[in-house]
């Protein structure tokens, strides 16, 4: 079976990447890391329990956890399909993002998996893709696009479609509502220190959103921070208050230029081996964000050498962890000395 057509295709023009310099000036501070080897491809995002031991999902559907030192690892479950964003609930549960099975709950102790969500008024769920649990237990996710399968991910980005949504939804009594539509690649999500808003990645479109959950502007959405130097991936907020941005790959002056085209060019790309397509760097690249938008941290590994395709990023103790969909291994790097929470 070869690759879905191109939908939608809407033209795009790109604002002209900023240079890697100032706020996102090349350094090596991701040669710091530490990683801990996974029993398979792919933990593409890292949460990490009471215990500081350290959650992920691997390509094949495995869950496991890290020892709080390392030294071992246990799958919790198998939940099938690809488990991509991971978040806890107060109560231990792991909520799982699966790209392909939709919202999933998983119990750590009995391995019990429940599909909390998989279809919105009749409609399967795509690439259900990252979360954030708000206080009451209430979950805000996306789900990336309304036309493509994970497997086939890049003819979203090619098609432009702006078909991805933020949902706001009660695991306890089934409620569902719609906060954002019209989004290109719906992404990473954030919820802020305050809890009044949250920050929602749209990946292909180089930007983090605004949206506010609660006050005067209750509903209401604005651009957080425009034209990032990468693809920001999944988001997450730290005890220190900064809301991280794992940055999948710098920008890619071929992609670029593919949004500028008309229909007919970027069917001809897309119908040409995935080889010879535009595709990412293998660097690791990670921001950290103040409340206003502005960059307060920078890490970096531009040779690829200890860190690559950073996904996930979450701050734990005086600690990153992060995850990548294409390593075999999840990170640990010290936390920026100025943002060590009090």
């Known amino acids: 079976m070869g690759r879905p057509p191109l939908v939608q295709i809407k033209r795009w023009k790109p604002p ?32 990490v329990d009471a215990g500081g031991r350290p959650i ?4 094949d559907g495995r869950i496991i956890r890290f020892a709080a030192d390392g030294s071992a690892w246990e799958e919790l479950a198998n939940v099938g399909g690809r488990p991509l964003g991971i978040e806890l609930f107060d109560d231990g549960r792991i909520l799982i993002c699966n790209a392909d099975l939709g919202l999933q709950r998983l119990d750590p102790d009995t391995g019990e998996v429940e599909v909390l969500l998989d279809s919105v008024a009749g409609e399967r769920l795509r690439i259900t893709n990252n979360a954030a649990i708000l206080p009451d237990q209430t979950v805000l996710f996306t789900s990336s696009t309304r036309h493509y399968d994970l497997e086939y991910y890049r003819g979203d980005i090619f098609s432009n479609t702006c078909s991805g949504r933020l949902f706001l939804f009660d695991p306890e009594t089934g409620d569902l509502e719609t906060r954002m539509d019209g989004l290109q690649f719906a992404n990473g999500v954030a919820v802020s220190p305050d809890t009044t808003w949250c920050a929602v990645a749209e990946t292909s479109h180089y ?5 506010w959950l609660s006050g005067k502007k209750a509903g209401q959405s604005e651009v957080l921070i425009d034209n990032l130097p990468g693809f920001p991936d999944n988001l997450s907020t730290g005890a220190s208050g900064t809301i991280w ?3 999948v790959t710098p920008r890619v002056k071929a992609a ?14 897309w119908a040409t081996p995935e080889a010879l397509q535009p ?12 409340v206003d938008g502005k960059v307060v941290a920078n890490l970096q590994d531009p040779s690829g050498e200890h860190v690559f395709m950073v996904t996930g990023v979450r701050e734990h103790g005086d600690a990153l962890w992060l995850g990548s969909l294409t390593d075999q291994a999840i990170h640990r790097v010290p936390l920026p000395a100025h943002l060590t929470a009090a």
């Open 16 to 47: 002209k990447a900023p240079k890697l310099a100032g706020p996102y000036a090349r350094n090596d501070a991701l040669a710091a890391a530490m990683s801990w080897g996974t029993p398979g491809v792919g933990p593409e995002d890292v949460a």
């Open 56 to 59: 992920t999902g691997l390509a």
């Open 207 to 211: 930007r983090i959103n605004r949206h």
């Open 245 to 247: 941005v794992a940055l």
């Open 256 to 269: 670029d230029l593919l949004a500028r085209m008309p229909a007919g060019p970027r069917k001809a790309v």
């Open 279 to 290: 595709k990412p760097a293998h660097v690791g690249f990670v921001l950290g964000l103040d």
